[in-house]
Nanobody
Framework: QVQLVESGGGLVQAGGSLRVSCAAS????????MGWFRQAPGKEREFVAA????????YYADSVKGRFTVSRENAKNTVYLQMNSLKPEDTAVYYC??????????????????WGQGTQVTVSS
């Protein structure tokens, strides 16, 4: 089992920055990938970013590429999502997730086995 706890969400003005964190505990040593997803009201959960455990390769949705950065701190079993140049359309609940088994599509929700409870990010115009 892996437990995930997100933190760092909040309210920010458009153009501002925010960093959300995801602290993992439990059997994290067997993780393959950690991802960030978001879900806005009335919309499906969508992929934002991911980082592969083995080599720190990172992947981003086109909508956030160049603005968001995913990173991890091994000593704290924590993954971060640094969000810059935020836009109102970035408003959503942000979830982190862990995938245990190597799968091809890192952008699919089905790749991930454990999910955090989410943290709200609101960007005002």
């Amino acid at each position: 089992q892996v437990q995930l706890v997100e933190s760092g969400g909040g309210l920010v003005q458009a153009g501002g920055s925010l960093r959300v964190s995801c602290a993992a505990s439990g059997r994290t040593f067997s993780s393959y990938v950690m991802g960030w997803f978001r879900q806005a009201p009335g919309k499906e959960r969508e992929f934002v970013a991911a980082i592969r455990w083995s080599d720190d390769s990172t992947y981003y949705a086109d909508s956030v590429k160049g603005r968001f950065t995913v990173s991890r701190e091994n000593a704290k079993n924590t993954v971060y999502l640094q969000m810059n140049s935020l836009k109102p359309e970035d408003t959503a609940v942000y979830y982190c997730a862990v995938g245990r088994i190597p799968r091809t599509n890192l952008k699919a929700t089905t790749t991930y086995d454990y999910w955090g409870q989410g943290t709200q990010v609101t960007v005002s115009s």
